[in-house]
């Protein structure tokens, strides 16, 4: 079964950091196209930022309000993607997903993957 | 600062309404724009892909259309689990972006 499943949220305090995973299943993380998406509490979506295939260069996007402060990384034994958050403030605090296209994005992009997303609470 | 604006922002239907949702781009995006369906506690699905195809499993009473900057997504009669928000997103230019999403409740 194709799914991906994450883990890692919790309650943290301003400026403080947390890792996010996404346990993938039913197809390799390092073949497809990753994606964290996050939605705050009564907002819209958000895309937080993405990693292409190893086939397509592997490199790596973010959004605006999290560059420099956001890393995203695979781990390929694991077929894991993961989410590093430092410096974290109250407007991070959000339903974090992460979503996958198993086709490139240079050429037919889906992401019709996703994960039921975990919580990240930023407070004091 | 590219924009997508969804229009309407709410819309109260009854089950077997046809329904049609907008989506415009403040610049030109190609086909380049999908469509989700997100509903309260769940993961977002993805509907349609690159304007106007169907993502798999997707039921046919769900359209997409349009290019360039003026995008449609038709929900030929509604169905009781049609009910919930859909987010227009787009992949052409980065940071790619969603749409403010458009509610769809019961009358």
């Known amino acids: 079964e194709v799914q991906l499943v994450e883990s890692g949220g919790g309650l943290v305090k301003p400026g403080g950091s947390l890792r996010l995973s996404c346990a993938a299943s039913?197809?390799?993380?390092?073949?497809?196209?990753m994606s964290w998406v996050r939605q705050a509490p009564g907002k819209g979506l958000e895309w937080v930022g993405r990693v292409k295939s190893i086939a397509d260069g592997g490199t790596r996007d973010y959004a605006a309000p999290v560059k420099g402060r956001f890393f995203i990384s695979r781990d390929d034994s694991k077929n894991s993607l993961y989410l590093e958050m430092d410096n974290l403030k109250t407007e991070d605090t959000a339903v974090y997903y992460c979503s996958s296209s198993t086709t490139s994005c240079y050429t037919l992009c889906a992401f019709d993957i996703w994960g039921q997303g975990t919580m990240v609470t930023v407070s004091s | 600062e590219f924009v997508l604006t969804q229009s309407p922002a709410t819309l109260s239907l009854s089950p077997g309404e046809r329904v049609t949702l907008s989506c415009r781009a403040s610049q030109r995006i190609s086909n380049y724009l999908a469509w989700y369906q997100h509903k309260p506690g769940q993961a977002p699905r993805l509907l349609i892909y690159d304007a106007s195809n169907r993502a798999t499993g997707i039921p046919a009473r769900f359209s997409g259309s349009g290019s360039g900057t003026d995008f449609t997504l038709t929900i030929s009669s509604l169905e009781p689990e049609d009910f919930a928000v859909y987010y227009c997103q787009q992949r052409s230019i980065w940071p790619w972006t969603f749409g403010q999403g458009t509610k769809v409740e019961i009358k």
């Open positions: 039913g197809f390799t993380v390092s073949n497809a196209w």
